[in-house]
Each structure stands twice: as structure tokens, then as C-alpha cells.
């Protein structure tokens, strides 16, 4: 069974560190990533996607790939109150759209002022 | 950016009765709508996919006589949870991609709760 593995924290930083999610997947023929951030009560909304081996940025945020290993990671730099979520992990399986995505159980993150 | 609808954001029933919840892309032809359901602490649980003008196509363990899916128009795809029981109460989110199939648009769910 394809999963998707994240520790559900809860992930505490104070504010202005680097918090840094981690997550697995089982699936070795999965093609696309992406980090959601699900405030409570309320739908995930998109924050990055990375499909390539390495590092993308944008803004605050960078994802990190490495198909070998499996591992897909998120760096949130200079840490907001605002951060403080879940962040939800997902992949595509193989062949799959992206609406058929594989999603982890999330890791809370606390931003301390 | 792309805006999808859903409605209501919470609903309260009694046990027996059906409810209906309905997703709409606004700006957009939805081709293709997702719906999920997760449970506290839990993550999205894709329940069915529904393309519009076909039958929906369920994933495993979900019973499609019990969560009845119609997607009669590009942008209107709604989820009937018939006869609802108390093990039924979660957040169920739709989403939704256009043509392209590069973006999924979440709705902002719903929380059925059943007595």
C-alpha cells in the first residue's frame, strides 16, 4: 500500500528560526510533490510543489527532493507566528493526476513568538 | 487565483437523514473534482473522483450507494451522504482541476457532524 510518512510533531521553533518538515514515501514510482499548510478547521492550501531531485525556493520556503532516498523535505526560513499549521505532504502515485494525490497525516508546527 | 466553492462550511443532522454538500468552481471549467474525507488528526482520504457527465469512480472501502456523487455540469460536482450515521461526522473537502491539470483547487470543506 502506497503511503506517505510525516511525524506529527508537534514541530516547535521560536520566531525567526528555520523549520525544517520531513517526510517519506513508499511509492518509488511517484513523480510529483507537494507541501500543503492546513490551518485547523479550514482546506489545505498549496504552498510548494517540486518534481525534480534538489532544491527549489520561493520566498521564505524551500522544498527538497531526493528520489534515491525517497525524501522530501520543507524549509520555512525566518519563522512567523503566521506559519504555526499543519503541514500536509502529498505525492502523486504513478500514473496518477494530480488530483489522485497520497497524503501524509500532516506535522503541526508552532511558531513562538 | 482559481476560486472553488463549497457549501455549507458546517452542518449538524440527526442520524438517518441525508445531507448534500456542493462544490463550485467559480472562475473556471472544472473537468475534473476530487472529494476527500479526514478525520480528526487524520489525513485527506481521496473518496471518490468524478468527471463531469460520467459516473464517479470510488476508491476502495468507499461505498457509492452511501456517498452518492453527481457532477452534472463543469462547474458543479455535489456529494449526497445518504442515511448519515454518527461514524459519518467529518471534514469532507472537495477540489478541483481545469483543463490543464496543473493546479488543484481545494474548497474550503465542510464539517458534518451527526447525532
Known amino acids: 500500500q502506497k503511503e506517505v510518512e510525516q511525524n506529527s510533531g508537534p514541530l516547535s521553533v521560536p520566531e525567526g528560526a528555520i523549520a525544517s518538515l520531513n517526510c517519506t514515501y513508499s511509492d518509488r514510482g511517484s513523480q510529483s510533490f507537494f507541501w500543503y499548510r492546513q490551518y485547523s478547521g479550514k482546506s489545505p492550501e498549496l504552498i510548494m510543489f517540486?518534481?525534480?531531485?534538489g532544491d527549489k525556493e520561493d520566498g521564505r520556503f524551500t522544498a527538497q527532493l531526493n528520489k534515491a532516498s525517497q525524501y522530501v523535505s520543507l524549509l520555512i526560513r525566518d519563522s512567523q507566528p503566521s506559519d504555526s499549521a499543519t503541514y500536509l505532504c502529498?505525492?502523486?502515485?504513478?500514473?496518477?493526476?494530480?488530483?489522485?494525490?497520497?497524503f501524509g497525516k500532516g506535522t503541526k508546527l508552532s511558531v513562538k513568538p | 487565483g482559481a476560486v472553488v466553492s463549497q457549501h455549507p462550511s458546517r452542518v449538524i443532522c440527526k442520524s438517518g437523514t441525508s445531507v448534500k454538500i456542493e462544490c463550485r468552481s467559480l472562475d473556471f471549467q472544472a473537468t475534473t473534482m476530487f472529494w476527500y474525507r479526514q478525520f480528526p488528526k487524520q489525513s485527506l482520504m481521496l473518496m471518490a473522483t468524478s468527471n463531469e457527465g460520467s459516473k464517479a469512480t470510488y476508491e476502495q472501502g468507499v461505498e457509492k450507494d452511501k456517498f452518492l456523487i453527481n457532477h452534472a455540469s463543469l462547474t458543479l460536482s455535489t456529494l449526497t451522504v445518504t442515511s448519515a450515521h454518527p461514524e459519518d461526522s467529518s471534514f469532507y473537502i472537495c477540489?478541483?482541476?481545469?483543463?490543464?491539470?496543473?493546479?488543484?483547487?481545494f474548497g474550503s470543506g465542510t464539517q458534518l457532524s451527526v447525532l
Open positions: 517540486i518534481y525534480s531531485n
Open positions: 477540489s478541483a482541476t481545469d483543463a490543464t491539470n496543473e493546479k488543484l483547487f
Open positions: 502529498a505525492v502523486t502515485a504513478y500514473g496518477g493526476s494530480q488530483g489522485n494525490l497520497i
